[in-house]
């Protein structure tokens, strides 16, 4: 059992249809009995389809948020969702490097199931500023191969990181597309890598990589269906797990099995299934 603190700060993306973003987020820290502070880092006009347009809001203001939000309220985990800027990025890493929180969960939000461009390409390439900072790095696999370009490869502080070999399934080197790209979000810097796979009609499997090991949790689901903000869900339950003490070896299958047990609880809107 690590240290207990019982306070999530997050930094996320403003959705007002509340199929995902920081309304998700909270909700989900709220059920998990975890106290949550919140900080827009964008507002969207998304709609449940995750269709709309963004509307940035300056680093200035995103840290005039996160010091009210962290101010006095003791040790917290911080949670990173939505920040859609170059600039957010840039204000966030050095925000973490003076502050020190207990831990960071990185889920690299970068497009909406909509379509939605949620980041700018400059935002991209200077994720790995925030990578190196994670305690635990939630990309799905489109988001994955985004990041390990070699761009950001070759941004990363020390030797240039090659991209692994697949085809040898004899070691432990990487026995497929999702285990590669994990090593190489790994080397750049992220201490635990939890990669969301593309789902089948009803079994989900999440890959964890803690650097040492690859675990595949297969996520059985009762229902066959898609859920929005699914991913947000993910994210902020490991955050809540974390700040409840777990390591993130044993917050993340709990959070895995939280979610889970939320596909029996959607509602649909407009022909989109959220979390209820």
């Known amino acids: 059992m690590g240290l207990v603190?019982?306070?999530v700060v997050v930094v996320a993306?403003?959705?007002p249809s509340g199929g995902g973003g920081l309304i998700r987020d909270l909700r989900t820290l709220r059920d998990l009995k975890v106290h949550a502070s919140g900080v827009v880092a964008a507002l969207t006009t998304q709609d449940a389809s995750g269709r709309g347009r963004v509307e940035p809001v300056s680093s200035h203001v995103v840290l005039d948020q996160l010091n009210s939000a962290s101010h006095s309220k003791g040790p917290f985990v911080l949670k990173i969702g939505m920040v859609y800027s170059r600039a957010n990025?840039?204000?966030?890493?050095?925000?973490?490097?003076?502050?020190?929180?207990?831990?960071?969960?990185l889920d690299p939000v970068l497009e909406s199931k909509g379509g939605l461009k949620l980041a700018t390409r400059d935002a991209v390439a200077a994720y790995p500023r925030l990578i190196r900072q994670a305690t635990v790095l939630t990309p799905n696999l489109a988001e994955a191969r985004s990041l390990v370009t070699p761009e950001n490869r070759r941004a990363?502080?020390?030797?240039?990181?090659?991209?692994?070999?697949f085809h040898d399934r004899s070691s432990r080197r990487p026995r497929s597309e999702a285990?590669?790209?994990?090593?190489?979000?790994?080397?750049?810097?992220?201490?635990?890598?939890?990669?969301?796979?593309?789902?089948?009609?009803?079994?989900?499997?999440d890959l964890h990589f803690n650097g040492s090991q690859y675990v595949e949790h297969e996520n059985r689901r009762p229902r066959p269906y898609e859920v929005r903000g699914s991913g947000c869900t993910l994210a902020s339950a490991?955050?809540?797990?974390?700040?409840?003490?777990?390591?993130?070896?044993?917050?993340?299958?709990r959070a895995i099995e939280f979610v889970r047990t939320r596909f029996s609880k959607t509602v649909v809107t407009?022909?989109?299934?959220?979390?209820?």
């Open 13 to 15: 993306g403003w959705d």
């Open 179 to 205: 285990e590669g790209a994990a090593l190489l979000l790994h080397r750049l810097g992220a201490a635990h890598i939890l990669l969301k796979l593309p789902a089948s009609r009803r079994s989900k499997i």
């Open 89 to 105: 990025i840039e204000a966030l890493a050095a925000w973490i490097d003076r502050h020190k929180p207990v831990a960071v969960v």
């Open 270 to 276: 407009n022909g989109v299934r959220l979390f209820a």
């Open 156 to 165: 990363r502080t020390g030797p240039r990181v090659a991209a692994p070999a």
């Open 238 to 253: 490991v955050a809540a797990f974390i700040a409840r003490g777990l390591p993130p070896d044993r917050a993340i299958p």
């Open 5 to 7: 603190v019982h306070h």
